[in-house]
């Protein structure tokens, strides 16, 4: 079936870095943009990132540019975040998110992950 | 940045209640919203998309309307399972961006 499973939350230090992974199964992830999407405990959901089907653009929100990456492997059918310079306010439940129309990239998000909890704590 | 004003933020509401929930962006958006429902310790669950397209598999108790920066999602008759957090997003910008969120609660 469609699914999307995150991977590689933990406990980090404040100005330290993390690596998230979302691997994409049962459909054709090279043809789907990506998206990353945070939500802080007990607080609402943040856009993050996305990142384009073939990974030539990408886009941030003002939050994390200049310290978070998205990148994708097509041929391992994984997305990542690359989080650099970690904050407190970094902490929350990452999801990785499909868009749900293939080839376009600013749609609605069909399919999330279950979530990693990424916690900034010295 | 588009802002996306939800509102209400939490409402009580009892089974076979019709609930209204209002989304407002800070420019026009030309129908691009989606709702989602999430409940505790699960990823939200696309509901509708386009304003007013319901996804796959989600009841017809639940539609969508609006235009330009005003939205709305209804829910016609209120079941158990509908107690949850309601999101709308905005994907008219290339900065997506949510609502604060709309919590139902059991009056």
């Known amino acids: 079936q469609v699914q999307l499973v995150e991977s590689g939350g933990g406990v980090v230090q404040p100005g330290r870095s993390l690596r998230l992974s979302c691997a994409a199964s049962?459909?054709?992830?090279?043809?789907?943009?990506m998206h990353w999407v945070r939500q802080a405990p007990g607080k609402g959901l943040e856009w993050v990132a996305v990142i384009w089907y073939d990974g030539s653009n990408k886009y941030y929100a003002d939050s994390v540019k200049g310290r978070f990456t998205i990148s994708r492997d097509n041929s391992k059918n994984t997305l990542y975040l690359q989080m650099n310079s970690l904050r407190a306010e970094d902490t929350a439940v990452y999801y990785c998110a499909r868009t749900m129309v293939r080839g376009v990239i600013f749609n609605a998000f069909d399919i999330w992950g279950q979530g990693t909890m990424v916690t900034v704590s010295s | 940045d588009i802002q996306m004003t939800q509102s209400p933020s939490s409402l009580y509401a009892s089974v076979g209640d019709r609930v209204t929930i209002t989304c407002r962006a800070s420019q026009g958006i030309s129908n691009s919203l989606a709702w989602y429902q999430q409940k505790p310790g699960k990823a939200p669950k696309l509901l509708l998309y386009?304003?007013?397209r319901l996804e796959s598999g989600v009841p017809s108790r639940f539609s969508g309307s609006g235009s330009g920066t005003d939205y709305t999602l209804t829910i016609s008759s209120l079941q158990p399972e509908d107690f949850a957090t309601y999101y709308c997003q905005q994907y008219y910008s290339t900065l997506l961006t949510f609502g604060g969120g709309t919590k139902v609660e059991i009056k």
């Open positions: 386009a304003t007013s």
């Open positions: 049962g459909f054709t992830f090279s043809s789907y943009g």
